[in-house]
């Protein structure tokens, strides 16, 4: 059972550029989400996604995107890399929202310079 | 979600009961009340949660206050591999998570 798996692992980004951070579950969750992590912080809410086609805002999604076209993928987009955006990217999921528990990818580490 | 205060950091002998404190008076009467741990370069990793009891797993316990404004973590006989940061989240009526700066645990050998 693979979970929540997170690829690429870690990224250097020029400022500028664009990507696309890939997230997929196998646990036929409906809740997804998408947070980043600041060294020494705790972690931000960036998008969540409530299921196939429903995603809503979180804390901070200024500079991202996302989409959720089937229930396993949650990829979220950068446009226009900026060196704000370094930091640790983690995906998760859930099968009930914040009732229950929640699965966390490994994280991606990104960096622009 | 509910606000959240917990101490910046806590430390523990191996071995010995860890009960790590959490504040979440503003908590509404459906938010239940998480916690997570992240271990060093982890994602985090859920470790329990309830709404008005106390509740038990194989990780850890959960005392819940009666007014619910705060609860405690009990991790029983700390080892070496509960060194993390925990985290405690009020919340989960609306669907979302929300973390705050956590609790680093140190345990000492």
């Known amino acids: 059972n693979a979970g929540v798996t997170q690829t690429p692992k870690f990224r250097i980004l020029k400022i500028g550029q664009s990507m696309t951070l890939q997230c997929t579950q196998d646990?036929?969750?409906?809740?997804m989400y998408w947070y980043r992590q600041d060294p020494g912080m705790g972690l931000k809410l960036i998008y969540y996604?409530?299921?196939?086609?429903?995603?809503d805002k979180g804390e901070v999604p200024n500079g991202y995107n996302v989409s959720r076209s089937t229930t396993e993928d949650f990829p979220l987009r950068l446009e226009l890399a900026a060196p704000s955006q370094t930091s640790v990217y983690f995906c998760?999921?859930?099968?009930?929202?914040?009732?229950?528990?929640?699965?966390f990818g490994q994280g991606t580490r990104l960096t622009v310079v | 979600d509910a606000k959240t205060t917990q101490p910046n950091s806590m430390e523990s002998n191996e071995e010995e009961p860890v009960h790590l404190p959490c504040n979440h008076s503003?908590?509404?009467?459906?938010?239940?009340i998480h916690w997570y741990r992240q271990l060093p370069s982890q994602g985090p990793e859920y470790v329990i949660h309830?709404?008005?009891s106390n509740v038990n797993n194989r990780m850890a316990s959960l005392a819940i206050a009666e007014d619910r404004k705060s609860s405690t973590l009990i991790l029983h006989r700390a080892t070496l591999r509960d060194a993390a940061v925990y985290y405690c989240?009020?919340?989960?009526?609306?669907?979302?998570?929300?973390f705050g700066k956590g609790t680093l645990l140190t345990v000492n050998p």
């Open positions: 998760a999921s859930s099968a009930t929202g914040g009732l229950t528990e929640a699965f």
């Open positions: 646990m036929n969750h409906n809740y």
């Open positions: 996604s409530v299921g196939a086609g429903i995603t």
């Open positions: 503003t908590i509404s009467g459906t938010d239940y």
């Open positions: 309830g709404l008005t």
């Open positions: 989240i009020g919340g989960g009526s609306n669907y979302k998570l929300t």
